[in-house]
């Protein structure tokens, strides 16, 4: 019996999310003494995760699975978990994994965990840490069903390579229907995705105007990073609701998160917190944001950004 | 049209997050407790086609006498009556076995649902309620508009938008766009008077299972203490971000 991971790709192009869910299919692999298996749609090189431990490739290829849909990705995993003899069924907690997770686990009377942080703490019972309570806790939950379906939070794990020689099949499964038809994807583009940025910059009321916020372009394009704020300067209309992150805007679960003139309320907290290194920058020393941060400069936004900017360009040009 | 909304009964955003009985139970001392925010978009969208197209509007919770005040005050925002399936709800899998009956049994033409609760943050209510009532769904919905049996939705994606039509019955889980934040319904008096008069039934649970079991919660660990750079050593940051952190 092998472990089944669902790793997805935009554009034929594997996601950090679908090489970081192999990598910690892999270590569940090893775990339980098994092989890896993981199914892909459309991927144009479905090679390349043998890199980081896939041994065996299910490929399906048909142009009119372009465009996601979660019933009909679900049938196809749930194809690929039979064909693979498997029970144990790892997707992203991205957007789409958390889409189409819960039908696969319905499927197989599964128990699925979301969110999960950790590989498993023990198989027996299979005991999997996972968050809770929007990023303040975690809790330590069992699978009781035979079945599992795991969902990986983003960037808890990393990406891990380890390499294999895999086998890659052909897979074309049936493919299940659905009353839900795509009439249109609008992407916002040449701007990276808050979901997929792995540095994110963010600017709060403390900017002023919508004007100010060409500093925070500015210090997210040396970074490649994408741009974020908080609520009230999307509310204002400075920046679009996009790009509002919180409790009740986008969760970031980057890597660096540097807050710009942000005080860190609460509810601004609960969807950063997951970030691995957080900065601040803001002329308060009192902004609640500092307990929270792992690196805190307090300073006036309007001085500090644009040095580091030049700073940071210049550190760019020596490391290139 | 006949519309059910799903209800967490959630602890309010700002709550200090503490565990009792060895960290096996979340702790409720001096917790305020609120409509779930991802549900409260739902259920404002509920009332709007109520009030503009005419549609009844029933609210579900699985949970213990406790949610009674979260079932109220949705009645006090405009649903049409409230059921509580008296169960303490072990995990998604276990209430969304719950509401399935219930949606059988009613002739429901629409669930909405948010997205994920703010508690458990499981996010599997919507997408398990599908898969046991073979109906579709749509998740992380941000734009909703239903025309007799046709719908148009639009739901987030990673750095976009996507269009979606479909037709009923759906379940549609759903978050901040659904409606906008300054339509949010709250309770005036009229309707918290009328509230009271409105049913609030209170059913059985059906036998019905659970697939995970919480062993006990942890606290993130505490934080290292914030490193204060001066702002007039910015050399000092970008070392630390790239030899400390290794980010950059
Ligand atoms: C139910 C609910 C949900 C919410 N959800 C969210 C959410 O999802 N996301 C969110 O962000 N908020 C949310 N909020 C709002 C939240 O409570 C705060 O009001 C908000 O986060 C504050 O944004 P801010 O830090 O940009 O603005 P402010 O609180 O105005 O803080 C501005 C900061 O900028 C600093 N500053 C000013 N000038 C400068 C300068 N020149 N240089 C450097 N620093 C400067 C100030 O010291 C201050 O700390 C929610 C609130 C509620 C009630």
């Known amino acids: ?42 991927a144009t090189q479905p090679e390349e995760l043998q890199n980081y431990g896939a041994n065996k490739i299910l490929n399906v290829n048909n142009s009119d699975l372009n465009v996601f849909n979660a019933k009909i990705y679900a049938g196809i995993i749930i194809e690929a978990a039979f064909t693979s003899n498997t029970n144990i069924i790892i997707v992203s907690s991205n957007t789409d994994g958390k889409y189409l997770a819960p039908l696969v686990a319905a499927r197989f009377n599964a128990g699925y965990v979301s969110n999960a942080v950790e590989v498993p703490s023990n198989t027996s019972p299979f005991t999997i840490k996972r968050k809770v309570f929007s990023n303040k806790a975690f809790s330590n939950t069992v699978i009781t069903a035979d079945s599992k379906v795991i969902g990986l939070a983003k960037n808890s794990f990393g990406i891990k390579e380890n390499p294999t020689t895999a086998e890659i099949e052909e897979f074309s499964p049936a493919l299940l229907t659905s009353s839900i038809k795509s009439e249109s994807v609008e992407k916002a583009s040449g701007k990276i995705a808050i979901a997929d940025a792995d540095i994110v910059v963010s600017g709060g009321r403390g900017l002023k105007a919508a004007e100010n916020f060409k500093m925070i372009e500015d210090l997210a394009e040396v970074l490649g990073a994408a ?7 999307s509310d204002m209309g400075w920046r679009p609701h996009g790009e509002h992150v919180g409790q009740t805007g986008k969760p970031v679960a980057a890597n660096l998160y540097i807050a710009v003139a942000i005080s860190g309320a609460i509810q601004h907290l609960a969807g950063v917190n997951a970030s691995k290194t957080k900065v601040v920058i803001n002329t308060d020393p009192e902004a609640p944001f500092f307990k929270a941060a792992d690196y805190g400069i307090v300073g006036d936004a309007f001085e500090v950004v644009p040095q580091l900017i030049e700073k940071l360009k210049a550190f760019k040009a020596e490391n290139a | 049209m006949k519309i059910l909304v799903c209800i967490s009964h959630v602890p309010d955003t700002t709550s200090k997050i503490n565990f009792t009985d060895d960290s096996t139970k979340f702790d409720t001392n001096g917790v305020q407790f609120v409509i779930n925010p991802y549900d409260e978009f739902a259920l404002t969208r509920a009332i709007w086609f109520q009030e503009k197209q005419g549609a009844s509007v029933t609210v579900v919770n699985v ?20 059921i509580r399936i008296d169960a303490t709800p072990t995990d998604g899998f276990f209430v969304a076995q719950q509401i399935a009956e219930i949606f059988k049994s009613g002739g429901y ?67 901040k766009g659904l409606v ?29 299972t659970s697939t995970t079991q919480i062993q006990n919660f942890e606290k993130s660990a505490e934080k290292s203490a914030c490193k204060m750079v001066d702002a007039n050593n910015l050399d000092e940051l970008i070392n630390l971000l790239h030899n400390e952190a290794k980010v950059i």
């Open chain 1, 1 to 42: 019996m092998s472990v089944l991971v669902y790793a997805d790709s935009s554009e034929g192009k594997f996601k950090k999310t679908a090489l970081e869910v192999v990598s910690y299919g892999k270590a569940v692999a090893n775990q339980l003494d098994t092989e890896l298996t993981v199914v892909t749609v459309n």
């Open chain 1, 227 to 233: 741009t974020a704020c908080s609520k009230p300067v």
């Open chain 2, 63 to 82: 949970g213990d006498a406790g949610s009674e005040p979260t079932l109220r005050k949705a009645l006090a925002i405009g649903a049409d009556e409230a």
């Open chain 2, 109 to 175: 033409d629409l669930i909405l649902t948010g997205k994920e609760s703010i508690d458990y943050n499981g996010g599997m209510v919507p997408g398990l309620l599908a898969s046991f009532l073979d109906i579709d769904y749509i998740n992380g919905c941000i734009g909703l508009e239903i025309e007799n049996n046709n719908v148009n939705a639009s739901r987030e994606i990673d750095g976009g938008v996507e269009k979606l039509s479909a037709s009923l019955p759906i379940i549609i889980a759903g978050q």
């Open chain 2, 180 to 208: 906008e934040e300054k339509d949010l319904k709250i309770p005036n008096m009229r309707g918290i008077m009328m509230a009271r008069k409105k049913p609030l039934t209170v059913v059985a649970p059906l036998e019905s």
